[in-house]
């Protein structure tokens, strides 16, 4: 465990409280940023950085910094997968899906089935006035989505659920101490049950060819799966949801793309920049040094903020500002950079660019209802709880 800095040291992290980074937290990261990049935050027990250069410093060296530690508590509910692993068994287990994720495949094979799902959905929700967009749209075109990549296309949204919430409850159960309980380990183990089945069907799945093509062991497929499964949901529901607020919320922007759908993947881009769905990650020293002037400890927990780095005014003109016109939009470092680079951005990609597509050519005459509508917020992930519009 990393031990306390004298204290003083780091006047603004050691003030933070988890209600600050959890609704709006955009100051106390400026002023982290600028005068202690590498801060200590004792709410957190762990180093937080917030400069991008130091940032995608430490996500691209995995030797110093690493994801292989006792305390990650999704290996220790889900099992061993590509995001607890650094090194060469690291890149093994990423290598399975690094085909089936790539970017032609995804637009030869699922573009299209993307764009029919996010159609349906928003022409289903469509028959009301109010529509709030992110249960009706980005929630269910989320897990439609990863169930049909995977070729779970049997399993229900109701089992998804059931699943991601078991999943959440035994992270919270291991973070605080407590053992799993017995109901949720049952709905995890139906989670696997059903990916060992299609691990044995004849289907052409991506599970199926995971067994076919042996880089992983079968044992290590179900936790690859589920890895791969709970990565997608509520991160692109998110990056939709998020999306759609920030399109909305800026009705100047909303008419230009209207005109001009060229421009949905700069407001992606913009949208992800300004509110990364994973506000942060977490990885562990591997010895002890002095990074960004300040000393770690071996086997130190170190967060790298995503939204600091995102805002950073060294690199982002007025960094608060959503301007899909801002040449280096896309220099966000939401999807992470280094080796654990999101596997499925290209898929989380198409999602969002059709579910604006398909909200603006369903309702050309949207507006957001500001009054229901809520910003995004959260601690690590953030997200427009609520996002509602008059059709
Ligand atoms: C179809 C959707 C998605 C899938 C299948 C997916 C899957 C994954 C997987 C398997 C990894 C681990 C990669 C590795 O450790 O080598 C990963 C990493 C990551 N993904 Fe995604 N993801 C999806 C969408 C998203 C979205 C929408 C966001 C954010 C907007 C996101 C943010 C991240 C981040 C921050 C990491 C790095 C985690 C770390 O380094 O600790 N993902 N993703």
Redesign the pocket.
């Known amino acids: 465990m990393a031990k306390t800095p004298i204290s003083g040291r780091f006047p603004v992290g050691e003030s933070v409280t988890i209600e600050d980074l959890r609704t709006a937290p955009y100051g106390t990261l400026a002023q982290m940023r600028s005068t202690e990049p590498v801060s200590w935050i004792p709410a957190l027990g762990a180093w937080f950085i917030t400069r991008r250069d130091l940032a995608i410093e430490a996500?691209r060296d995995a030797d110093r910094f690493t994801?292989d530690d006792d305390r990650f508590t999704t290996a220790k509910v889900l099992g061993t997968s590509?995001?607890s692993l650094d090194g060469p068994e690291?890149g093994r287990h990423?290598s399975a899906?690094t085909a089936p994720?790539r970017p032609k495949f995804i637009r030869e094979e699922f573009e299209q089935r993307i764009h029919t799902r996010a159609q349906i959905l928003v022409s289903d929700a469509r028959s009301s006035d109010l529509i709030e967009l992110r249960t009706a749209v980005a929630g269910p075109l989320?897990v439609g989505?990863?169930l049909d990549?995977l070729g779970l296309t049997e399993v229900d949204a109701a089992d998804v659920a059931d699943w991601y919430g078991a999943f959440g409850q035994a992270i919270v159960a291991l973070t605080v101490g407590d053992p799993v309980r017995p109901d949720v380990q049952t709905v995890l183990d139906q989670l696997y049950r059903t990916v060992g089945d299609a691990m044995g069907s004849d289907d052409a799945s991506l599970i199926r060819t995971l067994v076919d093509e042996r880089i992983l062991r079968p044992d290590e497929i179900p936790a690859a799966v589920a890895?791969?499964m709970f990565?997608?949901i509520e991160?692109?529901e998110?990056?939709t949801a998020n999306a759609l607020w920030h399109l909305l919320s800026d009705p100047e922007t909303l008419d230009r793309v209207l005109d001009d759908r060229s421009l949905i993947p700069a407001v992606v881009d913009e949208s992800?920049r300004l509110e990364?769905?994973?506000a942060w990650?977490?990885r562990y020293t591997t010895s002890a040094f002095t990074f960004g002037g300040v000393e770690l400890g071996e086997r130190d927990l170190v967060t790298i903020s995503?939204l600091g780095a995102n805002r950073d005014p060294d690199v982002f003109d007025e960094p608060d500002v959503f301007d899909i016109d801002r040449p280096n939009l896309a220099q966000h470092v939401?999807?992470?950079q280094g080796?654990?680079?999101?596997?499925?951005?290209h898929?989380?990609r198409a999602?969002t660019n059709a579910a604006i597509n398909a909200v603006l050519d369903q309702m050309p005459n949207i507006e957001l209802d500001t009054s229901a509508s809520t910003a995004p917020e959260g601690l690590i992930f953030r997200k427009a709880a609520a996002v509602v519009a008059r059709t």
């Not at 080796?339 to 951005?345: A, D, N, S």
């Open positions: 996500m994801v590509m995001l690291h990423r899906f994720f989320a989505t990863i990549v890895v791969v990565g997608a991160t692109s998110a990056m992800l990364p769905a994973a990650i977490d995503l939401t999807f992470v080796p654990h680079t999101c596997v499925g951005l898929v989380a999602e």
